[in-house]
């Protein structure tokens, strides 16, 4: 008892304003989505909260679990298990070509293992950037420099992984993922001409896979043109701003949303935001935003005081992972962006996500023990 008592009091404090804003958020995203989920709920299962206490069940539950083993585990030792992950999360994505995989929505993105069911590709959140971020850390290896060890390797990982992800499909997945790496690299000292390789290549095979594929090119047509097919593929995003628009400055009221029981067809993750914005208003969604921007910007702070360089680099990937999914998120509910289905971190219904946001921001908290 008394080494473990020594244990805890050797280690340094945590950033207790990135745990309070990690806390916020998933407080906020338990209360809207009990609201966004009670006709559904009702409707499906004739409980209102049906969805809310699977979130806490699944998502919340093993989501403390994995923020205590970030908090307290030192965060080195990820990198001693970076590799092994890495290995365990693409058998996982290869399992799901196989019966293991559950279709939902035309999409194989869960594993069912007894009465386990979760998706494979959220892990890749944590896994593949602190892998990267081990990967390019390492200044023995020189690979942040070198043509054949840096770039040549890390195309293949890229590769598979991204040909993994993209026909479940996952396509969106790729692009957060990959934008998150792409900071990791440039913070790692990776030569700009090596990302540009990468960035060229990544841009060139969404190009030819949304052309090549009917219902990814029907998704930018909706984007470039939402009129033209209000009642088909521009229904969504069309009733999606309606809603967002209708919230006003103070919303319609907590619980009052209209939208979420007749227009939205996925209110519970989707469209959720949409779901916050009419019953929250400009006010209310303002705020959440404001939440997201306070944990990105303070990992990116803590990022510039840590002098360990994979501690830096797992920040940097965290904060540029949170930031660009909010921003996939509420760009493609809004209009901004293409219409894809990318959950809002820490808001939207989803066990697997909310576990692994939770643990990214455990790790986060304890590379912030050494800024």
Request: aromatic residues 12%.
């Amino acid at each position: 008892m008394n080494r473990i008592w020594s244990f805890f009091k050797k280690q340094s404090a945590p950033d207790y304003f990135l745990i309070a804003c990690v806390s916020a958020l998933t407080v906020f995203g338990l209360v809207i989505l009990a609201s966004a989920s009670s006709d559904l709920g009702k409707l499906k299962f004739n409980n209102s909260y049906h969805f809310l206490f699977r979130q806490v069940i699944n998502g919340l539950s093993v989501g403390i679990l994995g923020f205590l083993v970030g908090l307290y585990m030192p965060y080195q030792n990820w990198k001693k298990l970076a590799i092994w992950m890495m290995i365990v999360n693409i058998i996982a994505l290869g399992l799901l070509y196989t019966d293991f995989a559950q279709t939902i929505r035309g999409s194989r993105r869960w594993m069912q293992i007894g009465p386990v069911n979760f998706q494979p590709s959220e892990l890749l959140k944590i896994s593949f950037l602190i892998y990267l971020s081990a990967w390019i850390s390492n200044t023995k290896a020189n690979r942040e420099h070198s043509f054949q060890r840096g770039l040549v390797p890390l195309l293949v990982v890229c590769g598979l992984v991204g040909g993994l992800l993209v026909f479940q499909p996952a396509t969106s997945t790729v692009a957060i993922l990959f934008t998150a790496s792409a900071a990791i690299l440039f913070a790692g000292g990776m030569k700009w001409k090596h990302i540009g390789i990468l960035v060229a290549i990544g841009l060139s095979v969404v190009a030819i896979l949304t052309f090549a594929t009917p219902y990814r090119m029907k998704r930018v047509l909706t984007f470039i043109n939402p009129q033209g097919d209000v009642s088909g593929s521009g229904f969504h995003v069309e009733q999606a701003k309606t809603a967002i628009g209708s919230g006003g400055i103070t919303g319609v009221g907590y619980g009052k949303s209209i939208a979420k029981v007749t227009f939205l067809p996925t209110p519970v993750d989707d469209s959720i935001f949409a779901v916050a914005a009419q019953e929250l208003g400009f006010i209310g969604s303002s705020f959440l935003i404001a939440l997201y921007f306070l944990l990105s910007s303070r990992m990116m702070l803590l990022a510039r005081r840590v002098k360990d360089k994979f501690g830096k680099l797992i920040l940097i990937g965290f904060a540029v992972l949170i930031s660009t999914q909010v921003l996939v998120h509420i760009g493609s509910i809004s209009g901004l962006l293409p219409p894809t289905g990318v959950p809002l971190p820490f808001v939207s219904y989803g066990g697997t996500a909310l576990a692994v946001f939770l643990t990214i921001s455990g790790i986060a908290a304890n590379v912030s023990r050494s800024a």
